[in-house]
């Protein structure tokens, strides 16, 4: 099993930026495929960006340009830099960690969970 501790959300105005960090520990060789997720109130939960073994990344249309994500892999952290914030990027934030690649925007399958932190936009 692996565990995985988002930080970094807050509240930010739209224009504004922010960075997310997630900490995986445990069993971290199944961490090949780590992404961020996003679910907004009322809305089902969206893949935002994930990165691989490889360092190969990935992002969902909405927030090419505007999102980075990487990964300290000597730290086994997570990070998403974000950058001008729309009001639509508000939600909880979810880290995922899997072995297993997926399609956009599954990003990873089979995945464990973060429990999450939350990012608000103001306009």
């Known amino acids: 099993q692996v565990a995985l501790v988002e930080s970094g959300g807050g509240s930010v105005q739209a224009g504004g930026s922010l960075t997310l960090s997630c900490v995986a520990s445990?069993?971290?060789?199944?961490?090949?495929?780590m992404a961020w997720f996003r679910q907004a109130p009322g809305k089902s939960r969206e893949g935002v960006a994930a990165?691989?073994?490889?360092?190969?990344?990935r992002y969902v249309d909405s927030v090419t340009g505007r999102f980075t994500i990487s990964k300290d892999f000597a730290k086994n952290t997570l990070y998403l830099q974000m950058s001008s914030l729309k009001a639509e990027d508000a939600g909880t934030y979810y880290c995922?960690?899997?072995?297993?690649?997926?399609?956009?925007?599954?990003?990873?399958?089979?995945?464990?969970w973060g429990q999450g932190t939350q990012v608000t936009v103001s306009l």
């Open positions: 995922a960690a899997s072995q297993y690649v997926a399609a956009v925007p599954r990003f990873c399958e089979k995945n464990s």
């Open positions: 445990g069993y971290t060789a199944t961490t090949y495929c």
């Open positions: 990165i691989d073994g490889d360092g190969v990344t």
